[in-house]
Nanobody, 116 residues
Framework: QVQLAESGGGLVQPGGEHRLSCTIS????????VGWYRQASGKEREMVAS???????NYLDSVKGRFSIFRDNARNIHFLRMTNLKPEDTAVYYC??????????WGRGTQVTVSS
């Protein structure tokens, strides 16, 4: 089993920067993909950023150039750095991992609100 714990949600002003963290614990051997999804009120959950442990990253078109995903392998933490935040980035952000057996694990989510 894998457990995920997000941290870093909060209120951010438009144009501001913020960083989310996802700490992974448990059976972390064999993780293949780590990433972030988000779900705004009344909308479906969407992939924001993902990266293969040994490969490239992918981003939602609307966040390309503004968000970046990176990982601290030694501490099993991955991050989402968000810059130039917009009100439409307001959502609950979920940490996500998938292992080599295609099992998926999710965090409980953390709210990010972009508002002045």
């Amino acid at each position: 089993q894998v457990q995920l714990a997000e941290s870093g949600g909060g209120l951010v002003q438009p144009g501001g920067e913020h960083r989310l963290s996802c700490t992974i614990s448990g059976d972390t051997f064999g993780l293949d993909v780590v990433g972030w999804y988000r779900q705004a009120s009344g909308k479906e959950r969407e992939m924001v950023a993902s990266m293969m442990i040994q490969g490239p990253s992918n981003y939602l078109d609307s966040v390309k150039g503004r968000f970046s995903i990176f990982r601290d392998n030694a501490r099993n933490i991955h991050f989402l750095r968000m810059t130039n935040l917009k009100p439409e980035d307001t959502a609950v952000y979920y940490c996500y991992v998938k292992d080599e057996f295609l099992r998926e694990y999710w965090g409980r989510g953390t709210q990010v609100t972009v508002s002045s």
